[in-house]
């Protein structure tokens, strides 16, 4: 008997230890007037994926390009590589927020986030989800990313991204 306690035990441990491959590691919810709302997804992962059709959607949806033999390599998300999916185009973000050319934006999506918090979710073109989050304004959760100027900023991506005490804000810094 005290060997099958032990076992439920470390397996319930190992699920509380629970990384992802696909993390949400920057939100901007609540931007302050004339800012532009924003998701920066990463791998981190060393294997590339295939976001071809990949969808945002439960809070805002976009929905990745097909896959084109004319531009392959822009069909994948690359080992390490974090990109940024945004309310606007590429160019007036890039330029609002200073971002670096190579990293890759992806927008305008359509519709917002809410400013209270609500589920945001990222499937493969197979309907698997690849990364869930439920934000929200309200403690515990940091509140400065709330219309504050700040994002939410993942700061420890070796647990499961749905935990409030993963998260900080901090001024944004997509890419």
């Known amino acids: ?77 690359k080992a390490f590589e974090k990109i940024i999916l945004c309310d606007t185009d590429a160019a007036t973000f890039r330029e609002a927020y200073n971002v670096p050319a190579q990293i890759r934006i992806f927008g305008p999506w359509t519709g917002r986030l809410a400013n209270g918090g609500e589920r945001i979710t990222l499937e493969d073109k197979n309907g698997t989800t690849r990364c869930s989050l439920r934000y929200d304004d309200r403690h515990p959760w940091p509140l400065a990313a709330d219309g504050a100027g700040h994002s939410l900023l993942l700061i420890d991506d070796s647990f499961a991204i749905d935990d409030h005490r993963v998260w900080s804000s901090a001024p944004p810094t997509p890419g």
């Open 1 to 77: 008997m005290k060997t099958l306690s032990l076992v439920f035990t470390l397996l319930s441990a190992l699920s509380i230890a629970h990384a992802e491959q696909i993390v949400f590691s920057e939100i901007m919810y609540h931007p302050p007037a004339g800012g532009h709302e924003f998701i920066e997804v990463e791998n981190l992962t060393s294997t590339p994926f295939d976001i071809a059709e990949w969808r945002l959607s439960e809070g805002v949806s976009f929905e990745f390009p097909a896959f084109s033999e004319g531009a392959a390599l822009d069909s994948f998300l």
